[in-house]
């Protein structure tokens, strides 16, 4: 049976025992989390075209937590659509430059990241899976139209949908917006930690855990929030520390 262990970027995240999965997923730059923690080169890895948008510090600190990682596939996650006027939309693809394919795998090389494989089969391609795997569910979609699920989500999917494995596990998720690579400044601008994405998300998992009981995680607050079941306990274990000795980056 085969298991997919996708990994979050939240700190000090519950892992599973080596040995008990056969790839690893990560989503954005938890990536770092992995190489920080001795964890094998991920199977596959989605990132979310805002990292290169250079708008926000996080997204900044994201890229510098990437500098000589690597991955054997990365799926490129385009930013939302935007409606408005025709000068708003023009306004909106001149910005839009910085968030294209292009310019986001230059970025990456810049910094030593190195994959195999580069794949964007699309927006359209990430949401229509996630609602197929969600049954349509109306819930799911109502929250869908008002914010997009994050990229945790999205490499979730592609874990149960197009890979479909055996089982997955869902470690580092909290539904917040702090991470293990560096502090969000934007917890302080907004004064919560609270990530924009949470409704959607956990609308997703509890759909999600219902539709498919392959489906677990190893973090409580997930379970508790999102009603995925825990790992079963002979597959359990506590937070992981760093490994002593220094992990070179990309493993």
């Not at 959607?200 to 539709?211: F, G, P, S």
Request: glycine share 8%; net charge positive; proline share 9%.
């Amino acid at each position: 049976m085969a298991t997919l262990l996708v990994l979050g970027s939240k700190p000090d995240p519950s892992l599973p025992p080596p040995g008990s999965y056969d790839d690893l997923a990560c989503a954005n730059a938890s990536g770092a989390s992995a190489a920080r923690l001795g964890l094998p080169k991920p199977r596959y890895t989605v990132m979310s075209a805002i990292l290169t948008s250079g708008r926000k510090a996080p997204n900044r600190l994201a890229l510098q937590a990437l500098r000589g990682l690597r991955t054997e596939n990365l799926y490129f996650f385009p930013r939302p659509r935007r409606g408005g006027t025709a000068w708003k939309r023009a306004l909106h693809r001149i910005k839009g430059l910085r968030t294209s394919s292009l310019y986001f795998r230059a970025q990456l090389a810049a910094r030593g990241y190195r994959y195999e494989r580069f794949l964007a089969p699309g927006l359209d391609h990430y949401l229509e899976l996630i609602r197929d795997l969600c049954g349509q569910d109306p819930e799911v979609l109502a929250c869908m139209e008002r914010k997009v699920p994050s990229t945790g989500i999205v490499t979730l999917a592609l874990g149960l949908g197009e890979r479909s494995y055996d089982r997955v596990v869902m470690s580092g998720f909290s539904f917040e917006i702090s991470h293990a690579y560096a502090d969000n400044p934007l917890i302080r601008e907004w004064g919560s930690t609270r990530s924009k994405h949470a409704d959607t998300d956990i609308a997703v998992l509890r759909c999600l855990a219902r539709r498919f009981p392959r489906l677990y995680t190893s973090e409580p607050t997930v379970g508790d929030r999102a009603g995925l079941p825990l790992l079963p306990a002979a597959t359990e274990r506590t937070p992981v520390d760093p490994p002593s000795a220094p992990v070179a980056p990309g493993g």
